[in-house]
Structures are given as structure tokens and as C-alpha cells.
């Protein structure tokens, strides 16, 4: 069964740091474009980021509202995708899915929670 | 950047009717078109690909159409387990965008 497993959400002080995990299976990871996509309570979804195979370079792009901040890599070797997020905001705050890319976003994870208060 | 914008914002609909939503790119996307289903609790899941493309697994009742600019998403014979939150995304170029979504309800 492909899937993908999210972990490391929890509750952040603003300004903190947290790093997120993507634990990748039944699928060949390293062929596929990954991305992150986040959802804040109550709202619609929006997507953060991507980075592409190895194949072009692990290359990555950010949405305007986290560039700068937040770093997005992956290790093949483990079937993983990383989420640094530095420089938390309260607007951080939600959920975060990460996503295969085929075209479209055809797998995703269940989601962590990410809550961003003092 | 591109926008999507998506209507409507929500509707409500008996068991067996069919409703229409519509996703308007702000510039040319051909077909890099995406619906997505949500149901309340849950991750998003793929239900349309490439504009009018039915993911494998998903129930035929669900169709998608449009190029360029202008896409509907389609449920035919509504069912209860319909009840969710959809949402179209381009993918013509980075940053992806979703459309607002369309919350579908039963009456």
C-alpha cells in the first residue's frame, strides 16, 4: 500500500523552530516530486512548497508566505521528506499534509498539527 | 501568481440530484486542473486529474470538465457520503493554488 506517515507537530512558542517529517512507503520515493500542503483551522488548504527527484536536482520552491523561513529536503536513501520551519508565526498554525506529486497531488499523508502560541 | 476562484462557496442538495461547482483561472492553465474531495476530519484525496481524468477507485458520478480558464466539477446522483468540502487546484506553475472551496451538504 503506498502511503505517507507525518510526524512532529506539537505546540510552539512564536519565533521557535520544528522540524517535520514525511515517512514514505510502497512506492519507489525517489521518482516522485514531493510537496507540503497546509490547512488552518477552519480554512482551505494551501500549498507551501515542493521539491523535485533527483533527477532534477532536489530543486525547491516555496509559496511567498513561508520563503525565507521555512526548508524543505529529503533523504531517498530513508523514503523521508523534512519540513524545517523556522521563524514561526500564530498564522502557522495548522494542519500540514504532505503530498505526492504524479501531475496532480494523488497520495497524502494524514496530516500533523502544528500550533503556533505563547 | 494564479488565482482560482471557485463557486459556490457552499450548496445543498437532496440525495440523487446532481450539482455543478466551477473553478475560473485567472490566465490559461490548458488542462493542469485538479478536484480534490474532503470530508469533515480527513485528509484530502484525489478525485479528478487533468481537468476531466477520474482517479482510479472514485465512483463514476463524479466527472470533471473545461480547459484554458474555465472547469466544472460535476456530481451526478448525489449520495450521503458525499457530504464534503471540495476544492479545485491548477498546477500549471508554481505556487499551486487552491480554490476556496465548495462545502456540499444534504439536505
Known amino acids: 500500500e503506498e502511503q505517507l506517515v507525518e510526524s512532529g507537530g506539537r505546540l510552539v512558542q512564536p519565533g521557535g523552530s520544528l522540524r517535520l517529517s514525511c515517512a514514505a512507503s510502497?512506492?519507489?520515493?525517489?521518482?516522485?516530486?514531493m510537496a507540503w500542503v497546509r490547512q488552518a483551522p477552519g480554512k482551505g488548504l494551501e500549498w507551501i512548497g515542493r521539491?523535485?527527484?533527483?533527477?532534477?536536482?532536489?530543486?525547491?520552491e516555496y509559496a511567498a508566505s513561508v520563503r525565507g523561513r521555512f526548508i524543505i529536503s529529503r533523504d531517498d536513501s530513508k523514503s523521508s521528506m523534512y519540513l524545517q520551519m523556522n521563524s514561526l508565526k500564530i498564522e502557522d498554525t495548522a494542519v500540514y499534509y504532505c503530498?505526492?506529486?504524479?501531475?496532480?497531488?494523488?497520495?497524502w499523508g494524514q496530516g500533523t498539527v502544528v500550533t503556533v502560541s505563547s | 501568481d494564479i488565482q482560482m476562484t471557485q463557486s459556490p462557496s457552499s450548496l445543498s442538495a437532496s440525495v440523487g440530484d446532481r450539482v455543478t461547482i466551477t473553478c475560473q483561472a485567472s490566465?490559461?492553465?490548458?488542462?493542469?486542473l485538479n478536484w480534490y474531495q474532503q470530508k469533515p476530519g480527513k485528509a484530502p484525496q484525489l478525485l479528478i486529474y487533468?481537468?476531466?481524468n477520474l482517479e482510479t477507485g472514485v465512483p463514476s458520478r463524479f466527472s470533471g470538465r473545461g480547459s484554458g480558464t474555465d472547469f466544472t466539477f460535476t456530481i451526478t446522483n448525489v449520495q450521503p457520503e458525499d457530504v464534503a468540502t471540495y476544492y479545485c487546484?491548477?498546477?500549471?506553475?508554481?505556487?499551486?493554488?487552491f480554490g476556496q472551496g465548495t462545502k456540499l451538504e444534504i439536505k
Open positions: 503530498v505526492r506529486m504524479n501531475g496532480a497531488f494523488d497520495i
Open positions: 510502497g512506492f519507489r520515493f525517489g521518482d516522485y516530486y
Open positions: 521539491i523535485r527527484d533527483k533527477v532534477n536536482s532536489h530543486i525547491t
Open positions: 490566465q490559461d492553465i490548458t488542462n493542469y
Open positions: 487533468d481537468a476531466s
Open positions: 487546484q491548477h498546477y500549471d506553475s508554481v505556487p499551486y493554488t
